[in-house]
């Protein structure tokens, strides 16, 4: 049996799998560790063997998990099994709350236990705020990525640590941009790609009529690429359809206008300095859900950042129900009227089209602008700036340090630093 210490990863989407890989890489830089768990092709590359597909986690909307109860537990009863067996010294789970944290409560439960560890902090400063002190109950530590967070959990007695977001330090390539190109992103789970394709489908053939020689870059996993590429046969003209992180990022230097779905890739976006539109939409009691317990005006992180840019209390951005997203806008900093017109009307940096504003006629309009109005792009890519700069890590993340806490009665197998 290996001398070495075993780290086990849960990861159940593309975004988390990025997280994972980078948080991978890190430590292994600092130590010689052995990994074990569940994640994707980025994991994979950093020596990681998935005890089951990443992909069988990802759902969107309650009725998504609902429709796929079964199964999930079937997964849930396998991955803490597996921990149990193995006994590794740390479990890092990393977003997918809904499958991580119960993973996470059943292994608290145990005597003796793993140090439990999750990544990515619940948007409890965006809805369900009470979430900060129940996953105090359960958890030893945990990873925030944003700057604004740790106080949340810290006040319920969590240990949680701002340590940067990856994205701060990653660097695209200057490439002359195809005025022409369109980067479309629908999304990196199944149900988000079949809800935001026919609606990206038809915003695209409007933005033909006003640019004849439009193209169009789709970037997407390997699991959804043969779906996509059937679906994309019906657009109104020609689709490349790419995989893979290369790629990916190929076409982010290139696009000249980005349409995405809300999640991890607006900072992608933002770090790559390709100006883009948000437009996102789930299904109608997922959304009605969603529209009583949301609580920020804006779902795109590079808004919710800029809003803290001038030191604006938190409480500020917990909006009551029915103000708008413009009069919060002038609310949290007078200084912002100051700005570019767009920003003293009242709206976001980069455009967003939510649910029943996730209209074509909608859409393609600010998407056109991007295309032709240089004051636009200009006003957007400063904004994307300004808020890449807000994620840059205050210090470099050391293992084991990082592992330690008061709360954890738990052996570490860590030498020191």
């Not at 709350?97 to 965006?126: C, D, G, I, Q």
Request: net charge positive; glycine share 6%.
């Amino acid at each position: 049996m290996s001398s070495k210490p075993l780290v086990f990863l849960i990861v159940g989407e593309a975004s988390g799998d990025k997280l994972g890989a980078d948080l991978m890489a890190s430590i292994k830089k600092q130590q010689d560790i052995r990994f074990m768990g569940i994640g994707g092709e980025g994991m994979k590359t950093q020596g990681l063997k998935s005890l089951f597909p990443m992909e069988e986690l990802s759902h969107m909307g309650l009725w998504g998990i609902l429709r796929d109860l079964p199964n999930l537990y079937q997964r849930l009863r396998l991955t803490v099994k597996t921990i149990q067996e193995i006994k590794p010294s740390v479990v890092v789970s990393i977003d997918s709350p809904e499958f991580s944290f119960r993973v996470m409560k059943r292994l608290h439960r145990l005597s003796p236990r793993p140090h439990l560890v999750h990544y990515v902090a619940p948007t409890v400063w965006a809805w369900r705020p009470g979430r900060a002190r129940k996953i105090a109950r359960f958890l030893d530590q945990l990873f925030c990525l944003y700057p604004f967070e740790p106080q949340l959990f810290e006040k319920h007695g969590l240990k949680a640590t701002f340590i940067g977001h990856p994205i701060a330090k990653t660097i695209y390539k200057k490439r002359k941009r195809d005025p022409n190109l369109l980067c479309v992103l629908p999304g990196s789970r199944r149900s988000e790609i079949q809800m935001l394709l026919p609606i990206f489908r038809e915003t695209v053939a409007l933005l033909k009529k006003e640019i004849p020689e439009l193209k169009v870059v789709l970037p997407t996993l390997p699991a959804f690429q043969e779906s996509i590429q059937n679906e994309v046969k019906s657009w109104p003209l020609e689709v490349k359809v790419v995989v893979g992180e290369k790629k990916r990022d190929e076409a982010f230097e290139q696009a000249y206008v980005a349409l995405a779905a809300s999640g991890t890739v607006a900072l992608q976006l933002a770090a790559a300095r390709l100006p883009f539109v948000i437009a996102y939409k789930i299904g109608v009691f997922s959304g009605k859900i969603a529209r009583l317990l949301i609580r920020t005006p804006w779902v795109c992180m590079v808004n919710i950042l800029l809003a803290y840019e001038k030191g604006s209390p938190l409480s500020n951005l917990l909006t009551p129900r029915g103000l708008t997203a413009g009069s919060i806008a002038l609310r949290m900093d007078p200084a912002i009227k100051s700005r570019d017109v767009k920003e003293t009307q009242g709206a976001p940096w980069i455009p967003e089209f939510i649910q029943e504003n996730c209209q074509v006629d909608k859409i393609a309009p600010s998407l056109l602008q991007l295309f032709k109005d240089e004051k636009a792009r200009d006003c957007e890519i400063k904004a994307m700036g300004e808020a890449i700069q807000l994620l840059n890590p205050p210090f470099e993340l050391r293992f084991p340090e990082a592992f330690k806490t008061k709360r954890s009665c738990v052996r570490m197998h860590y030498r020191a630093h």
